[in-house]
């Protein structure tokens, strides 16, 4: 089975910071130190020690914020492979970047109902940080 992580609301928590302060939050260091979701943290790091394909599908607004992404990665989930992080940058839709058929975990209804009508299988987290149960 291949998993696709979502990372803001998903793994990282991305919408405390937004919420406090909208500029900052955009900028590599806020994005490098967002505070994890520790048990969705630890459960894709579970997955990849055996060997579960995972890969991180994520947007970002800028360079920056794509730069600070990665640095958490390698800060929380060290293991992933750098050809398995996919960052969007504008208005594409995740469901144009699978590489291989594999379930979407997300908390964005829209990304997983589109995900869905391209016939794959999405998890929508309703809250933010919920804990994933596969």
Not at 18 to 37: C, E, H
Request: glycine share 6%.
């Amino acid at each position: 089975m291949t998993y696709y992580f979502d990372m803001d609301g998903v793994l990282a928590d991305f919408h405390t910071a937004y919420a406090s302060d909208k500029m900052t939050a955009l900028k590599r260091d806020a994005m490098a130190n967002l505070a994890p979701f520790a048990e969705n943290v630890k459960l894709i790091n579970n997955l990849i020690a055996h060997n579960i394909t995972c890969y991180i599908l994520t947007k970002a607004a800028n360079d920056a914020g794509k730069q600070g992404k990665i640095d958490w990665l390698k800060k929380y989930i060290p293991a992933i492979d750098e050809k398995h992080f996919i960052c969007i940058m504008g208005k594409g839709k995740k469901v144009e970047y699978i590489r291989e058929n594999g379930i979407l975990i997300d908390d964005d209804k829209t990304n997983c109902k589109q995900w869905e009508k391209g016939g794959y299988t999405a998890i929508h987290l309703e809250i933010k940080g919920q804990k994933i149960i596969l």
